[in-house]
């Protein structure tokens, strides 16, 4: 692919990062401030509470999304970096199948858990 | 192989890249959005799988987030919502400038030069400010208002 798509993938990645990285951070970690206007009920990591957000298809779908975003965005970025350490043609060709690979693994991963707790039946609400 | 050889060695060092020479803030805040964006894909893949023990079933969850509560992990993820403020707005700054908006028009370069750099710079101000306001209201809900 050509480098000027893959970097606007990053940008784009990045934009949708910042939509739904802004709206995780105000639910796990402005939750006292969200309580002071009523958003927010109880402690955003307590098991409870935990489960029942993950069973839920908006945030399903979204950490999915938010996975994958990041993982391209993060990874592509890393890639930016040593790739202006003047690789040479192989080695340039190494750091893609690695991080290629190690991406895929870990939006797989990451997709399977979040697919296996929405489904998972015992914790249901 | 032929091609990379021409390109000229980092010499500085380390100062090569974390230094802003006669380049202005603008260098130091790309230093910066390097060492944030690094920072959050180191947190991000161990985040994943910290997150994975949710499968094991809400117990093994219960477990993994107790050994995560001590004062030091709670300030590591401050400074993650700090990389996060910082990379996510000064992103939005490159995003922006890199499409070409926020530059002003094309004009002919009369002395005194007014570098892209220097049209841009008020943009970035607002921009840092913006990420200073959300540091603060993140640290009042982080230290603040525990409940
Ligand atoms: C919050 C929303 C985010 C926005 C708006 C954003 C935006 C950007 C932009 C515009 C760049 C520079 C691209 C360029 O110069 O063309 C960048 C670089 C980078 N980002 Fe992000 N980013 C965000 C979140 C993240 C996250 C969550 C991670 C980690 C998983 C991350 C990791 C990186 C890395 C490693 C770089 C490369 C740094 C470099 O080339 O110096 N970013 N980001």
Redesign the pocket.
Known sequence: MRESTL?FW??L???V??IL??LHMTIMHLDDLMGLLGLSHGDPIDQKIVFARSQQVFFMITYILLLGA??Y??????R??LF?LTLSRTLERTVNIILTVSGLALFVYGAYAAAVIYLMKEVQP | MEKNKQHLKNKLGLLGWLGGGRYGMERYA?AL??L??????T???LHIFVTGTRIAGPQAWQQTMQSFSTPWFKFGEFLIFVC?AY?????????IT?LGLMLGKPARPIYPYRSSVLRQRPFFVVVMILVAAMIVIGGTDFYLLNR
């Open positions: 970097w990053h940008l990645a990045g934009a990062i910042l990285l802004a990041a993982l965005h993060g990874l592509y970025g890393l930016t970096i202006e | 790309y959005h390097r944030t964006g690094l920072g959050l894909l947190y991000f893949i996060f990379h996510g707005l000064n992103g939005l700054r490159l995003g890199e």
